[in-house]
C-alpha cells in the first residue's frame, strides 16, 4: 500500500498566519491527491482535489500544490474557523490510504 | 437535499456481526462509486471499502478482507456494509463517502457517520 506521511503531525499558529502542510507519498500518485478539514465531531470536508482544485465553496484562502510524490496546503491568512485536523489522501491506488493528520491549534 | 445518512452502529460483542446502511438523496446514486471510512476514537482516517458505481467491482482493506462485505442497492439508493467476526481494533465511527464515476476521484460526500462498538 501507498504510505502517506504528513508534517507536522500538530502546529500551533495565530490568526492571519500564513500556514504550510506538506504531504509526501512513498510513490508516485501522479496529482490523485486530496485534502480534507475535520472538526471535532463532525465528518471530513473535501477541501481540495487533483492536488490543487478548490472544492466548490471552500474560500480562497486555501490552496494546494504538487505532483508525484511532494504535495503541500497552504492557508494563507488563517482565521479562527480553520482551527481543525487536516489529512492528505491518495486515490491513485484503490487502497486509498491517509495521512496521519496535522492537528492545527491556536497559539 | 443532497446527503448520506448512516445507520445501523451500536454495541455488539468481539465475535459476533453487524450490518451498517447507508441511505443517499438528492443525487443520481447509481451514478457513483461509495466507499467506507472508518476513524477509530482519537485516531486518524482509514478506508475500509469501495464499490464501483454498478456493483461490479469491489476492494476492501487488508484488515478487513474476509470479514466485511460491501454491497449497494441501487434500486433503494442504499449502500451496506456487513461486518462479521467483529473484533475490538474495528471500534470506530463508520462513515458512507460518495466518490465519483470512477474508483479513483475524490471523496466529495460524506455523511455524519454511525459508531461501532465491539466489546464485550
Known amino acids: 500500500a501507498i504510505r502517506m506521511t504528513q508534517s507536522p503531525s500538530s502546529f500551533s499558529a495565530s490568526t492571519g498566519d500564513r500556514v504550510t502542510i506538506t504531504c509526501r507519498a512513498s510513490?508516485?500518485?501522479?496529482?490523485?491527491l486530496a485534502w480534507f478539514q475535520q472538526k471535532p465531531g463532525k465528518a471530513p470536508k473535501l477541501l481540495i482535489y487533483?492536488?490543487?482544485t478548490l472544492q466548490t465553496g471552500v474560500p480562497s484562502r486555501f490552496s494546494g500544490s504538487g505532483s508525484g510524490t511532494d504535495f503541500t496546503l497552504t492557508i494563507s491568512c488563517l482565521q479562527f474557523e480553520d482551527f481543525a485536523t487536516y489529512y492528505c489522501?491518495?486515490?491513485?491506488?484503490?487502497?486509498?490510504?491517509f495521512g496521519q493528520g496535522t492537528k492545527l491549534e491556536i497559539k | 437535499q443532497v446527503q448520506l445518512v448512516e445507520s445501523g452502529g451500536g454495541v455488539v460483542q468481539p465475535g459476533r456481526s453487524l450490518r451498517l446502511s447507508c441511505t443517499a438523496s438528492?443525487?443520481?446514486?447509481?451514478?457513483?462509486?461509495l466507499h467506507w471510512v472508518r476513524q477509530a476514537p482519537g485516531k486518524g482516517l482509514e478506508w475500509v471499502a469501495v464499490?464501483?458505481?454498478?456493483?461490479?467491482?469491489?476492494y476492501n482493506e487488508d484488515s478487513v478482507r474476509g470479514r466485511f462485505t460491501i454491497s449497494r442497492d441501487n434500486s433503494k439508493n442504499t449502500l451496506s456494509l456487513q461486518l462479521n467476526s467483529l473484533r475490538a481494533e474495528d471500534t470506530a465511527i463508520y462513515y458512507c463517502?460518495?466518490?465519483?464515476?470512477?474508483?479513483?476521484?475524490?471523496?466529495?460526500?460524506w455523511g455524519q457517520g454511525t459508531m461501532v462498538t465491539v466489546s464485550s
Open positions: 438528492g443525487f443520481t446514486f447509481s451514478y457513483y462509486a
Open positions: 463517502t460518495r466518490g465519483g464515476r470512477l474508483l479513483n476521484s475524490a471523496f466529495e460526500m
Open positions: 487533483a492536488a490543487s
Open positions: 489522501q491518495q486515490y491513485y491506488s484503490y487502497l486509498y490510504t
Open positions: 510513490q508516485s500518485i501522479s496529482s490523485y
Open positions: 464499490i464501483s458505481y454498478d456493483g461490479t467491482i469491489k
